[in-house]
């Protein structure tokens, strides 16, 4: 049976969460076509998806062009404000010091990632950017294993290209 509209606005936090990441992974795998690496995140408010975004550094050869950052510019215009403490900010790997600098600034409430960044990771890996701050991490430790699979897959892709392709690889990594 369709719900109604009414149980539609009753959506559980589960459910939020699941439609967040479903497009925070469909994103990754889109940026990931491209040649980027396979990270995407969406932003939340209220249960509603406000923004969303893919990696694209190596689209726009630019280092700041995380997923984490586009998504919360993105979200910080429709919202008309910079301060993003009623939002959730979902994103399929764990931030980097450059991200999690970004969200602590703008007072996200709440950030669920996925996969775990042992290099460069700054909530549970390289550093505990996140204690002290007003924001809520958490690891989506169901999906965790979706992303990995995701990031481990473009690295082998690239891996497998042959020689003269060098440049590209050293370039993605
Ligand atoms: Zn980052």
């Not at 979902?90 to 010091?97: D, G, I, K, R, S």
């Not at 958490?138 to 990031?151: P, V």
Request: charged share 25%; hydrophobic share 40%.
């Amino acid at each position: 049976m369709a719900p109604t509209s009414t149980e539609l606005k009753s959506e559980t936090s589960t459910e939020v969460d699941r439609d967040a990441f479903a497009q925070a992974f469909a994103l990754a795998e889109q940026v990931g076509r491209s040649g980027n690496v396979p990270v995407g995140a969406s932003v939340m408010h209220g249960g509603v998806l406000i923004a969303s975004a893919g990696n694209l550094r190596e689209t726009l050869q630019d280092p700041t062009a995380h997923a984490e950052l586009l998504a919360l510019r993105e979200a910080a215009q429709r919202l008309g404000r910079w301060r993003l403490d009623d939002v959730t900010l979902y994103v399929t790997l764990e931030p980097c010091a450059m991200c999690a600098g970004a969200i602590v600034q703008a007072r996200v409430g709440r950030v669920v990632y996925a996969a775990a960044e042992p290099k460069m990771g700054a909530h549970q890996s390289l550093h505990r950017l996140f204690e002290g701050s007003h924001t809520r991490v958490e690891q989506h430790h169901e999906l965790a294993e979706r992303s990995a699979h995701l990031l481990a897959d473009f690295f082998e892709g690239l891996r497998a290209r042959p020689q003269s392709s060098l440049d590209d690889q050293n370039r993605a990594l």
